[in-house]
């Protein structure tokens, strides 16, 4: 039983973040695909956007690290 606080901290928190990084790629995708002229700008953002999403992530890990260990 001490486990499923953890294990539902960085199952739902990483929910949330694996949907958007999905959505962001596929978006940036479809731009590239239509002006591939832009791709290197449109990269760039969709990394810095996936490093945003992926922060939420760490977040919710060190939640569930805390919540196993303290």
């Known amino acids: 039983m001490e486990f ?3 294990g539902l901290a960085i199952g739902l928190g ?3 973040p694996g949907i958007g990084i999905g959505l962001l790629v596929m978006g ?3 731009a590239i695909g239509r002006n591939p002229e832009a791709a290197g ?3 760039t953002n ?3 956007g996936i490093v945003f999403a992926e922060a939420v992530a760490i977040y919710a890990l060190v939640v569930a690290l805390i919540l196993k260990f303290v």
């Open 4 to 6: 499923l606080p953890s």
């Open 14 to 16: 990483a929910l949330g």
């Open 28 to 30: 940036a995708m479809q």
């Open 41 to 43: 700008e449109i990269r």
């Open 46 to 48: 969709m990394i810095l």
